[in-house]
């Protein structure tokens, strides 16, 4: 089970924050605008409560890449696509990436850095495509 008494869901994917840490999830709904990390439950016996990550206008698709190359992964966003692919929102569908803070993960919400912005963009890969030096 991911979260008791979950309003909306639409997104899931694996994510560890450091290479020290035990893989967790991210996950999120289109309407409820809540990222949240879910670290691994199978590694403590204590209850494990999600960690609120950011809040975004429908957050649609998401990759993960050590931007800062400081040793945590941060998440790249798009979102406030729109309701439907004929009814999107003309002035939407901005990327953003949000800045994993290291071991402060779950006091603030991470920094949004500006990427870019496509009306109905509602998938994204993280790579060098056009470039052979890395981040």
């Given amino acids: 089970m991911i979260e008791e008494h979950l309003k909306d869901g639409y997104w899931i994917e ?6 020290e840490t035990p893989i ?13 990390f879910y670290p691994n439950s199978w590694t403590t016996t204590e209850k494990v409560e999600p960690i609120r990550i ?8 998401m990759d993960q890449a ?5 040793g ?10 729109g309701r439907t692919i ?20 779950g006091t603030e919400p991470w920094e949004q850095h500006y990427v870019g912005r496509s009306p109905t ?7 060098h495509f056009t470039q052979t030096k890395r981040w």
Avoid at 66 to 70: M, S
């Fill in 66 to 70: 050590d931007i800062t190359g400081n």
């Fill in 121 to 127: 963009v509602h998938r994204l890969k993280v790579g």
């Fill in 72 to 81: 945590f992964k941060d998440i790249i966003i798009c979102f406030d696509y």
């Fill in 24 to 36: 967790g999830f991210v996950a999120y709904g289109l309407s409820d605008r809540e990222i949240s």
């Fill in 86 to 105: 004929t009814d999107f929102n003309p002035d939407g569908g901005h990327i953003v990436w949000l800045e994993n803070p290291g071991q402060n993960i």
């Fill in 54 to 61: 950011q809040k975004l206008i429908n957050p649609i698709a």
């Fill in 14 to 19: 694996a994510f560890q924050a450091d290479d």
